[in-house]
């Protein structure tokens, strides 16, 4: 079955750096886009970026300022989110997705803790 794992998430401080890893099994994966959505407490989840499959086509989300930076390794079936100089508001449940014809698939999330 469809599977996507994500890890690296944790507490930064504000200005450090971190990158998350999406793991996923059970589908063709270079056959398919890949999504990060985040969600901060109280807020709805929102795009943040998605990368097509051979990771040539990038799009971020507008509030991203070139902080983050989505990249893929098909060899491994893993997609990364790096997000540099984090922010208090980068808070959030960081969740890897992707939708296999009209099914959406996600992962169990990773948090995101930014404070000093």
């Known amino acids: 079955q469809v599977q996507l794992v994500e890890s690296g998430g944790g507490l930064v401080q504000p200005g450090g750096s971190l990158r998350l890893t999406c793991t996923a099994s059970?589908?063709?994966?270079?056959?398919?886009?890949m999504y990060w959505y985040r969600q901060a407490p109280g807020m709805e989840r929102e795009m943040v970026a998605t990368?097509?499959?051979?990771?040539?086509?990038?799009h971020y989300a507008d509030f991203v300022e070139d902080r983050f930076i989505i990249s893929r390794d098909n060899s491994k079936n893993t997609v990364h989110l790096e997000i540099h100089n984090l922010k208090p508001d980068d808070t959030a449940v960081y969740y890897c997705?992707?939708?296999?014809?009209?099914?959406?698939?996600w992962g169990q999330g990773t948090q995101v803790t930014v404070s000093s």
């Open positions: 059970g589908f063709t994966f270079t056959h398919y886009s």
């Open positions: 990368i097509g499959e051979t990771g040539y086509f990038v």
């Open positions: 997705n992707t939708v296999l014809g009209l099914q959406t698939y």
